[in-house]
């Protein structure tokens, strides 16, 4: 059973993720170690051994970028792990450059507005990444799924950076 | 619904038979005993009308004393006299060493190098102390409820490690007493508080206590208390706020000369009381008794106490805002503040930790007292006295744990803020031909470094079947439970042979010195034990016969005729074994039912699992 089984939704890289946390807590209350306190030793590591599962499968389909690439490993493309690294000539240029945009923020005029606007056009990249990976998983031949799964790659170098882009803004606003 | 509807009339042996249970706050300071009864969780209190008592220990000539009693002894017979010994849970003599300049006892280490403390009554471990504490209140909540436990629900402070959370369980154990779970303080405030006011929402909850700080940041929604992140310090607390106004003392009182045990712990009394003056009045008179006979008189005003005491309350805060940017939250999403612990009653700690949160902290409910109310609640639901209850605890790990890997350098294997139980597989192989041994060493921690992380195992594999360097793939699982105590198995994947694995705790307690312990601990003696480890293998075996029972008659269907006379027969063997007094035949009973009912069990979790999401419209979940 899959993780997408386990919860009972589709294979899809869309998903509504109120609806994924109820069924998460609602498979939670029926198997959590809490419940069997009176069981026996063998019921009760099962129980350990579920609800670990479920807790899981939740990490696992609850944000978009694991979502992916839990989608590609069924597909049998592993993403976890490797050492590939893009060959993209172009995505890697654009990435230099937004490196060096985030690191003359703090030095610019206007550093928070920077930061924001910063953010707004990280954000853009990923979702059109994330959109892109919709289609591509969608129409599902091999070299799809290949292109897909460089868009995995391309979406973490992405969600670096916007890590980064978090701890500069809270460095600028002295938290 | 759920695998073993263990209170549904029928089921049990005894249905609706009430169960007894308590929830245990063992404080660094001060410990109390809460219970549900009527419906109602109350602190219990002893024959003097207390409801909490000192946890500290006096090893006198004569007997052991617990409370006010060794209180009374902290000066008078310091070396003697065990103080905020959960400080030194889990910890080595050097750990305590550095964070502890003066201390009125003689340590020493254990095999493993954890502290031990020599009494006059022989050498006794943080453990065995605790043990002693845990011992009053299990008696109270026993004369109280009127029976035999059967079970109590301990807290410990989110941020304990795997060391200290086992050290803590160890104690209980070493009573007799079922430990249920061990539950975080912050969550347990959360469940009192929660409960009480039916919150929805994100709640942060600041525990500053005797001894450690927590600060937990849970949603709560419809009865479960789901933590988002905790932090925290496992030495930070009260006596850290005394340590540093007992130095300032000790400057001002120009007084250079030896600091013997009674000195310590004088100056130490001297500064908790001007601490708690302080919470109430602008500046508080001290004095002080030195050995040259001299009288040192001397005035502490607010606002020097509150320079003194900023450096603690900013490393609280740091924590705090970590905790929120693990919960991927801002603090402006934080619907309440609860504060928890008594140095929580330090105006300063209150107004600065307004600020940070941008709103009144909570503190109707008493801090000293709610850790305990929620800790019997809990207790109350996992014995079974409410079988409607919806309540769900989705608690965290504190700490990364992770492994050594080459150049002295750890590799995370399961990250802080996981939402526990979990599980995690990591894969290795052979760098020998024919290698059939591994070492791994297991570590907790956030640093890089090995050497700046708490050592938890060492671990040893053997009987790897000989192969080609890298052709054996090791898998080894990593398992922590409810209670965040982690468990380790391994497997050879190629050949499918389980490897056994030998288990050196870094900081735990060899079996040899779990064996003494309980052979020493007063309550049992040598006859007593074997009773006892009866007693508790006759409740392990009638759990797994009830268990068993009420399964074939709600999973009949799950089973074939030929499936089920094998199971019928483990459980005969099993009655009948439980009715004698051999110990090994009850053990082997046991272990039969469990082999043949393996297959059962798995399914009926599958079916549970697949129940659950049946019929549920998400519109009304």
């Known amino acids: ?175 | 619904m759920a695998l073993l509807q263990i209170s549904e009339p029928g089921q049990s042996s005894a249905p609706h038979q009430h169960r007894l249970a308590a929830g245990i706050d063992l404080g660094t300071t001060n410990s109390l005993v809460a219970s549900v009864r009527s419906g109602q969780a109350t602190i219990l209190l002893n024959d003097q009308g207390v409801g909490s008592i000192p946890s500290i220990v006096h090893y006198g000539e004569h007997e052991i004393k617990v409370g006010l009693e060794a209180k009374a002894h902290a000066v008078s017979d310091a070396t003697n006299t065990v103080v905020s010994v959960k400080r030194f849970m889990g910890r080595t003599l050097e750990d305590i060493q550095a964070s502890h300049k003066e201390l009125p006892y003689n340590l020493s280490a254990s095999e493993n190098g954890l502290v031990t403390i020599e009494t006059r009554t022989g050498v006794v471990n943080p453990i065995q102390v605790s043990s002693e504490i845990l011992k009053p209140l299990v008696e109270l909540a026993k004369s109280t409820l009127a029976g035999e436990l059967d079970g109590v629900v301990i807290t410990v402070p989110a941020y304990f490690d795997d060391a200290q959370r086992q050290g803590t369980k160890d104690a209980a154990e070493l009573l007799g007493v079922k430990v249920f779970r061990l539950l975080n303080e912050p969550t347990a405030a959360a469940i009192a508080y929660g409960l009480d006011n039916d919150q929805e929402g994100i709640i942060a909850v600041y525990d500053l206590g005797g001894g450690t700080f927590d600060i937990s940041i849970l949603r709560l929604n419809k009865g479960v208390f789901e933590v988002l992140a905790t932090g925290g310090d496992s030495a930070l607390g009260g006596d850290d706020i005394d340590q540093v106004i007992a130095d300032w003392i000790i400057a001002q009182s120009g007084y250079d000369g030896d600091h013997s045990p009674a000195l310590q712990r004088e100056i130490m009394q001297l500064a908790c009381r001007a601490k708690e003056s302080l919470s109430s009045q602008d500046h508080t008179e001290l004095t002080l008794n030195l050995p040259c006979g001299n009288d040192w008189h001397g005035q502490l005003s607010r606002d020097v106490f509150d320079s003194l005491i900023q450096p603690i309350v900013k490393r609280t805060l740091m924590a705090c805002r970590r905790a929120v940017r693990d919960a991927d939250i801002n603090t402006s999403d934080i619907l309440k503040v609860v504060m928890v612990g008594g140095s929580t009653r330090v105006p300063l700690v209150r107004d600065k930790v307004g600020q940070y949160f941008e709103q009144q902290p909570l503190t109707s409910i008493d801090p000293d007292k709610v850790v305990a109310i929620g800790a019997a609640i809990q207790a109350d639901i996992l014995a079974g006295n409410k079988p409607d209850s919806d309540m769900l605890l989705l608690d965290v790990l504190p700490l990364s744990l992770g492994l050594e890997t080459m150049g002295g350098l750890t590799e995370k294997v399961i990250s802080r803020n996981t939402t526990i139980p979990v599980a995690k597989a990591q894969e290795f192989t052979t760098f020998k031909d024919g290698q059939t041994a591994m070492a791994l060493h297991i570590l907790q921690g956030e640093r890089e470094l090995v050497e700046d992380c708490r050592s938890l195992a060492r671990f040893e594999l053997r009987g790897i079947p000989p192969m080609a360097a890298g052709a054996a793939h090791i898998r080894v699982t990593f398992q922590v439970d409810a209670d965040g105590l982690l468990s380790v198995s391994a497997m050879e994947k190629s050949s499918g042979v389980q490897t056994s694995i030998e288990v050196k705790p870094s900081f735990g307690l060899t079996d040899n010195e779990v064996a003494n312990m309980i052979k020493d601990s007063m309550t049992f003696a040598k006859d007593d034990m074997q009773a006892r480890m009866l007693a508790e293998e006759k409740v392990e075996a009638s759990r797994v016969h009830e268990g068993l029972v009420s399964a074939l008659k709600i999973d009949a269907h799950l089973l074939s005729s030929e499936e089920r006379a094998p199971i019928e027969q483990a459980m005969a063997q099993l009655a009948s074994a439980q009715a004698g007094s051999d110990l090994k035949s009850i053990k082997d009973a046991i272990a039969l039912c469990d082999k043949v009912s393996q297959d059962f069990a798995s399914r009926r979790m599958d079916q549970s699992i697949r129940q659950a999401l049946s019929g549920q419209s998400v519109d009304n979940i």
């Open chain 1, 1 to 175: 059973m899959n993780y997408f089984e386990l919860f009972a939704l589709n294979h899809s890289f869309v998903l509504d993720t109120n609806e994924l946390r109820a069924k998460y807590l609602e498979l939670q209350r029926a198997v959590h170690p809490d419940k069997f306190a009176n069981a026996s030793e063998q019921d009760r590591l099962l129980a350990v051994q579920q609800s670990a599962r479920i807790n899981d499968g939740f990490g696992m389909l609850k944000t978009p970028i694991s979502r992916a690439e839990y989608l590609l490993s069924l597909a049998g493309i592993e993403l976890a792990h490797e050492y590939q690294t893009i060959k993209d000539p172009m995505f890697l240029m654009e990435q230099m450059e937004l490196r060096e945009a985030l690191e003359d923020i703090s030095t610019s005029s206007d550093p928070e507005q920077e930061i924001i606007d910063f953010q707004q056009q990280i954000d853009r990249h990923i979702r059109g990444f994330e959109q892109q990976f919709v289609d591509l998983f969608a129409a599902g031949d091999q070299s799809s799924l290949n292109t897909a799964a460089d868009n995995v790659r391309k979406l973490k170098f992405m969600l670096k950076l916007a890590t980064e882009a978090r701890e500069l803004e809270e460095r600028l606003l002295g938290f």
